[in-house]
């Protein structure tokens, strides 16, 4: 004698698991198919990182190495080199000449961020790094090195003696008038 | 010490010697007084006003003249209204010192706050920035915020060349007059000053060229901000980043203990010696080095350093080969040949060991030879008279004479130099210079005698009875000499003489005496020591076999060359074999001063290519040729030498790399005190005793008769600090100072 429980718990969970097939086959898919659709993200979201430039074209970053200091899995590694006013990638004395990060290594805590002392590198929610081979997922200062602004030239500039002499400028002056 | 004078500071009782100031004092029970201008190796001068204290001495009762004292017999201290310097104040029986009242600390922050009105943002990208006593003593004592209005500030120039190695930027100079002070004090190149006054005050060099120094790198060291940089370390890294390997200074007799500092690098795609830093020893080269050493560290990651092993091919062409062919090769052409061996006297003591082993216990038919061969003649005496064991160059001061005979100390020694100096003019040692020219030890000494070029050896043979007597009623005698215009013969007749004199003077075999030769470089003490007596071959023997030779005119004629080598030499270019060694920086050992002090150099870098030790290339061939030989390392080798080597005995790599506490401690968490030199862990090293000194040495004079004048010998170049060589070469940094001497030296 057999019961249409019996028949059903005999199928064990095949029909459950149907039913849950066919309920979510006609609803709205959650995941999009990256990377040909992008959803909108958090416009704080700790994504890739940027090398960001001044609207003048120079690069804000002045090779300081604190973001490599500051990085908790020593992803980043930072050489310097010294500008002059024929060929000057910063403001000031100091750029990087070499800058990589290791998006294998990153654990996008933007610790980098909030070292940097010129607000040049910043985790942006744009394009998420993926590669096939992890000499690809090293990132280069080219890949990093957001593009000049439309009609600016980008680095290295020959710039007049003295406009640039500084690498880090205070934050203006507050106003304090009543 | 008698005359110890007890104070108290924040209530501690502590006893130091008289004329202490209060900030060594206090140093001695670890509180850290901060200071900017004051400087244990400088004189005080009380600039910076960052050391104030509150002192007080024992109330002293007009009517009685005795201390008052409370009811409970403690002495009433007398406070003193204002505070005081604690660099420039010396301590004074019952002294009481108060280092951390509110005063003091608001006295601090005051200070600071003055220094940083004008000071940049720069220590992100400051070399400095990480090692800055400023920073440092800023987040320590420091306000965090600046009262002061940006528009007030000081703009000045950030990149001002001071000569071609050093750089200032005006910005960061808080006026210390640190850099000044070394250069009139110390090493007596009067090249900085201060310029205008105030909050103009400037540093500028006045000098032509500028900045005309040896020593100019240790500026940048004892700075305390980051004003002073080294064209070389300019932007290299962050000293954070840098790994540090204890290490030797392979360019001169002195043997400076040195850090290397090591870090990845891109360019290499490996480790690389960033920038070369003073390591403290009190007994060598307390926290300074010279130029030299710290720039030419180049080599050891130039672009042409050999990688593999080449072998001279059917064609005659030097091609590519391995280790197995190349050392198989070696065997064969040494087996039951006559082998004539050079070494080099940059090379180690173990390399140097095993190659003389190689020639006494392995080659049937060989000898082998130190190259240079001049100091070779005279090592021998230069050693059974060197200076005692237990020789301080510190001790030497007033009653002592130092005697320099036919050397240039600052060219050829530059950091005994300093400190000879200072003996003489800090101490009041006396100071009798022998030459055929002018050096810059001419300034200090009370006499001076000039013969003609080439008469050293002739002047001292004829000057010994005279000399001696003088100095029979010195203190102590210490005779520096060089080999210049010299041949073998003349060199070693002159050293002869000087050991005559400290023989019948009475000085032989006694500490603070003896003789300290100028040696061309870093171990021809140690490799002269290692190589057993073998009579030179002259003619043409089948297999010469060299291993780091320099000079040409020491390469003997053969069938077949062997070279072990950094680089294609012009030598390693006209051999059969090119065996590629691996620079000091790449492994370790050990070498032997001019002054006999045998201390390790360890390794900071990995090897280049198939690059190998000396003494492995050596122990293989050996192997090959039936040699039983089993070293796995230098201490292995070292211990062996040590048994058989009666100087060396009792010597280990354990002895050699105990360090002990130094005074003044420099290079610890307070940078603000004795500069970026690093604090010494890796060993200080162990002098052995000369032979003079042991008992049953015949210490009996021997009559001399100076050769006559070499012609030949006449043409040699004096030495000159930045001569051109293999080495220098490759170092850009110091392009400018070794083209100089080489023009100066070709119109000489
Ligand atoms: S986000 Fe964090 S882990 Fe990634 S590079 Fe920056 S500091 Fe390093
Ligand atoms: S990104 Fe910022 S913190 Fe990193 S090196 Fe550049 S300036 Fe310095
Ligand atoms: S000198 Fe010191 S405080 Fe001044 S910028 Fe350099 S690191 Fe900063
Ligand atoms: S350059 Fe440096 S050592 Fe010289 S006065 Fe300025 S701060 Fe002092
Ligand atoms: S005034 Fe004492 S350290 Fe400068």
């Not at chain 2, 004092?25 to 670890?30: N, R, V, Y």
């Not at chain 2, 210049?484 to 060199?491: N, V």
């Not at chain 2, 291993?547 to 390469?555: Q, R, T, W």
Request: charged share 25%; glycine share 8%.
């Amino acid at each position: 004698m057999s019961s249409v429980r019996d028949i059903l718990s005999r199928l064990g969970g095949i029909p459950v698991g149907f039913a849950t097939v066919f309920k979510t086959f006609f609803r709205k898919p959650v995941t999009v198919q990256y990377p040909e659709k992008q959803k909108p993200m958090s416009a704080r979201f700790r994504g890739r990182h940027h090398l960001k430039r001044y609207d003048d074209g120079l690069e804000k970053c002045i090779g300081c190495a604190l973001c490599a200091a500051a990085c908790p899995s020593d992803a980043i590694y930072v050489e310097a080199a010294e500008n002059n006013n024929d060929k000057r990638f910063s403001p000031g004395e100091r750029y990087a000449k070499t800058y990589e990060i290791n998006m294998l290594r990153c654990i996008f805590c933007g610790y980098c961020e909030d070292a940097c002392p010129t607000n040049a590198i910043i985790l942006e929610p744009i394009e998420f790094p993926t590669g096939y081979t992890r000499e690809g997922m090293i990132y280069t200062k080219d890949k990093l090195l957001e593009p000049a602004p439309a009609g600016v030239q980008g680095t290295p500039q020959a710039t007049p003696a003295g406009k640039f002499e500084r690498a880090i400028l205070p934050f203006p002056p507050i106003d304090v008038s009543v | 010490m008698a005359d110890l004078i007890n104070l108290t500071i924040d209530g501690i009782p502590v006893a130091v010697p008289r004329g202490m100031v209060i900030v060594d004092a206090a140093k001695k029970i670890d509180n850290d007084i901060p200071v900017f201008c004051y400087h244990p190796k400088l004189k005080p001068v009380g600039m910076c006003r960052m050391c104030l204290v509150d002192v007080g001495t024992p109330k002293i009762d007009p009517a009685t003249k005795q201390v008052v004292r409370t009811e409970d017999g403690k002495p009433v201290i007398a406070w003193m209204p204002k505070l005081q310097t604690a660099c420039t104040t010396p301590v004074s029986e019952g002294m009481a010192v108060r280092t951390n009242t509110k005063q003091v600390l608001d006295a601090r922050n005051n200070v600071l706050e003055f220094l940083l009105t004008s000071h940049p943002l720069d220590c992100p990208i400051c070399d400095k920035g990480g090692e800055c006593p400023l920073q440092n003593l800023t987040l320590a004592h420091g306000p965090g915020l600046s009262r002061f209005e940006y528009e007030a500030k000081q703009h000045n120039a950030k990149h001002v060349p001071l000569g071609d190695l050093i750089f200032l930027d005006r910005e960061r100079c808080i006026q210390c007059s640190r850099c000044i002070r070394f250069q009139d004090d110390v090493a007596d190149d009067h090249v900085l000053q201060f310029h205008d006054r105030g909050r103009h005050m400037e540093i500028v060099t006045f000098s032509d060229p500028p900045f005309d120094s040896y020593f100019g790198g240790n500026t940048t060291d004892i700075c305390p901000v980051g004003a002073l940089t080294t064209a070389d370390f300019r932007f290299k890294a962050r000293p954070w980043e840098l790994d540090s390997t204890p290490s030797v200074c392979t360019h001169c007799p002195v043997g400076c203990n040195i850090s290397l500092n090591t870090r990845l690098e891109t360019r290499t795609g490996g480790h690389e010696i960033k920038r070369v830093m003073p390591r403290q020893n009190e007994q060598v080269n307390e926290i300074w080095t010279c130029d030299k050493g710290r720039f030419v560290h180049h080599f050891t990651r130039a672009e042409d350093r050999l990688t593999h092993p080449l072998v001279r091919d059917a064609r005659g062409k030097l091609v590519e080969s391995t280790w197995e062919a190349a050392l198989q090769l070696v065997a064969d052409k040494a087996r039951g040949a006559r082998v004539s061996g050079v070494i080099g006297d940059r090379i180690a003591n173990e390399d140097a060991h095993l190659f003389g082993s190689l020639f006494s216990d392995v080659l049937k038919d060989g000898a082998v030879a130190m190259s240079p061969a001049i100091p070779a003649a005279y090592a021998d005496i230069a050693r059974a008279y060197g200076v005692g064991k237990d020789t301080d160059f510190k001790q030497l001061g007033k009653g002592d004479t130092i005697l320099v005979v036919n050397g240039d100390l600052e060219e050829s020694a530059p950091v005994w130099f300093l400190r000879l100096r200072q003996a003489v003019v800090d101490r009041g040692a006396k100071l009798v210079i022998a030459h055929d020219r002018s050096s810059k030890m001419h300034r200090y000494a009370s006499r001076i005698v000039t013969y003609e070029l080439g008469m050293a050896a002739h002047w001292a043979s004829e000057q010994t009875t005279e000399l001696s007597a003088e100095l029979k009623s010195a203190r102590n005698v210490l005779i520096v000499f060089g080999d210049e215009k010299l041949s073998a013969e003349g060199a070693r007749s002159l050293a002869r003489s000087l050991a005559n004199i400290l023989i019948e003077s009475g000085h032989a075999g006694k500490a603070n005496s003896g003789l300290l030769p100028l040696y061309p470089h870093a171990n021809t003490q140690g490799v002269f020591d290692m190589l057993p007596a073998t009579t030179v071959t002259t003619g043409k023997v089948d297999v010469a076999w060299l291993v780091g030779v320099g000079n040409a005119a020491d390469v003997p004629q053969a069938d077949f060359t062997v070279v072990q080598e950094l680089f294609l030499t012009d030598i390693a270019n006209n051999a059969d074999v090119v065996l590629p060694a691996l620079s000091f920086a790449e492994r370790d050992g050990s070498f032997t001063s001019g002054d006999r002090r045998v201390q390790r150099f360890y390794r900071a870098l990995p090897g280049l290519g198939q690059g190998k030790p000396d003494w492995w290339i050596i122990q293989e061939v050996a192997k090959r040729l039936g040699a039983t030989w089993q070293y796995h390392g230098t201490s292995e080798v070292f211990a062996q030498m040590a048994q058989h080597n009666p100087y060396y005995a009792g010597l280990s790599y354990e002895t050699l790399s105990q360090a002990e506490p130094q005074w003044p401690p420099v290079g610890r968490a307070d940078l603000y005190y004795g500069g970026t030199a690093y604090d010494n862990s890796g060993g200080i090293g162990s002098r052995y005793a000369a032979p003079a000194e042991q008992s049953g040495f015949n210490s009996s004079l021997e009559p001399v008769v100076a050769p006559p004048v070499d012609m030949e010998a006449l043409q040699h170049l004096p030495h000159t600090l930045y001569q051109d060589g293999e080495l220098i070469r490759r170092s850009k940094v110091l392009s400018g100072h070794v083209r100089a001497q080489r023009k100066e030296a070709e119109t000489a």
